[in-house]
């Protein structure tokens, strides 16, 4: 993997845990800084926008109801798995499956957050 930046080792890694279907680091501005995908394609502009802005109310409420800071958020669709990781000045983004073991990903999502945070 010569020439493959530390940022794109760690999502690749993380991109190989069952069900994945992709892991994205974008800006708190909204903008995406680096992705990797496994299946399909998706909008990663409007991802990059919209994840932001959730985290922005997810923050809010734990600001409200004195719950801390977020960690690591979880959203649970029809179709799919969303984890949501904040950094200092980005926002981690893993999709998954909706049949992906949600410990597993949660788990390797964890392991893999210092290394993103030390590539950024």
Do not use: C, H, N, W
């Amino acid at each position: 993997m010569s020439g493959v930046t530390p940022l794109k080792r760690a999502l690749t890694d993380l991109s190989r845990v069952p069900k994945v279907l992709g892991v994205f680091v974008v800006s708190k501005e909204g903008f995406t800084i680096d992705s990797i995908t496994t299946s399909g394609t998706f909008d990663e502009e409007a991802l990059a926008a919209m994840v932001v802005a959730s985290l922005g109310s997810i923050d809010a409420m734990g600001k409200e109801l004195d719950l801390g800071k977020v960690e690591i958020a979880t959203g649970e669709f029809t179709g799919s798995i969303a984890l949501i990781a904040e950094l200092e000045e980005s926002v981690v983004v893993l999709l998954a499956e909706k049949g992906a073991v949600l410990g597993r990903i949660r788990y390797e999502l964890k392991k893999q957050l210092p290394r993103i945070r030390a590539a950024l």
